[in-house]
């Protein structure tokens, strides 16, 4: 089984971010930042050692890459920022490419959204506004990612690619440029590209220009928490608390803040069926955003290494007997500031970490990596 883990990059400076937020900022800063909002809060995570690393520095991808590979992740899911020719947080995929002997299996999903200021809890005031642009930078955008894809690392599907998009909903130009980058890609040598998106409201076997992918990924915990929502009416009153509370900050607490709990949104995910035969199961090892929301996030309840190895185990089984998937989707490597991450931190150690290769050897599914 090839676990493919989500993997953010904004853990070094940009200048973007330095003028946005302030000298230095980088997703620690949400984490050094974070607290508990209740008693049993589990807030703040830290992360083990101190080890408050700078992508940057090759050394740190050599040890995330060694970590992954004794604990049975098969490989990273780069998030990709492309705003027709800029780009953000592109420095540790680009070191990552110059350096093989992080030999770590790695593959890209263009997280194609507009980044505002949601965070600061002030304003949606936009900060950088996702554009697609013509033919021309379709071609610019596929030459920066061609030696990506020609490198040996890189996650292919018979020779193909294993190209991510976040969200095609709605995105008119994404036909085009996806049945011209398969063109550019055939011209470039490589048999094609194998397009993936994880946008579970988008039905790419309905929707207009849904016939230029392959597949969509159940992206987890969202899908669960969608069905969740609409079945419970506890959220919907904690949501409504959540709002007043807004106003009146001395309410906050843990029943006036959005949150679900950690059992009831994996069993939700054990029950769900694949939508069909091109789709890929997920997986999530935890969930609160309230490092990045403060009190207007949300937190799952209830989470532990243990819940998290039985839950695992149960989902590897199934990609494997009821999607026929050899590729399960993670969240995540390193979002801490969502708290989706199985990098060592000083309450549970290595045990999440743990819990992933115990689930892969239950279920005969740990990777060969030679």
């Known amino acids: ?20 937020w302030g000298k230095g900022f980088t997703e620690w800063t949400n984490v050094r930042n974070s607290k508990p909002y209740f008693k049993g809060h589990n807030m703040p995570r830290r992360p083990l050692n101190d080890n408050y690393y700078d992508l940057t520095d090759v050394k740190t991808m050599l040890w995330q890459k060694d970590l992954a590979k004794k604990y049975g992740i098969y490989g990273f899911a780069y998030y990709h920022y492309w705003f027709e020719g800029e780009m953000l947080l592109e420095k540790p995929a680009e070191i990552m490419l110059q350096h093989p002997e992080v030999d770590m299996p790695f593959c890209f999903s263009w997280a194609n959204h507009t980044w505002s200021r949601v965070w600061a809890d002030k304003t949606n005031n936009i900060l950088k506004l996702q554009k697609y642009g013509d033919e021309k930078d379709w071609k610019c955008h596929f030459d920066y990612l061609l030696p990506f894809f020609k490198d040996k690392r890189y996650i292919k599907e018979n020779g193909r690619p294993v190209m991510i998009i976040y969200n095609p909903l709605g995105v008119k130009e994404f036909p085009e440029m996806m049945k011209m980058w398969q063109q550019w890609a055939k011209e470039s040598g490589l048999p094609g590209i194998f397009f993936l998106h994880q946008q579970n409201e988008f039905n790419h076997n309905k929707e207009f220009g849904g016939n230029s992918f392959e597949g969509g990924i159940e992206f987890q915990p969202n899908r669960a928490v969608v069905e969740y929502i609409r079945k419970s009416l506890t959220f919907k009153l904690e949501a409504l608390g959540s709002r007043i509370a807004d106003k009146i900050p001395v309410l906050v607490n843990k029943y006036t803040m959005k949150h679900y709990s950690y059992d ?27 490092p990045r929301r403060k009190n207007k996030g949300v937190f799952c309840d209830g989470t532990s290494p243990e819940k998290f190895e039985y839950y695992l185990t149960q989902q590897i089984k199934r990609a494997r007997d009821i999607y026929h998937k ?14 989706g991450y199985l990098e060592p931190d000083t ?4 045990k999440m970490l743990e819990a992933v290769r115990k689930a892969l050897i239950a279920n005969n599914e740990f990777p060969n990596f030679d």
């Open 264 to 290: 009831d949104i994996w069993k939700i995910i054990l029950k769900q069926q694949p939508k069909g035969n091109d789709w890929y199961p997920g997986a999530f090892a935890d969930w609160d955003n309230t």
């Open 347 to 350: 309450k549970n150690g290595y």
């Open 326 to 339: 050899d590729y399960l989707f993670m969240f995540a490597w390193n979002e801490w500031g969502e708290s």
């Open 1 to 20: 089984m090839k676990v493919i883990a989500f993997y953010l990059p904004q853990y070094h400076e940009i200048k973007e971010n330095n003028e946005w």
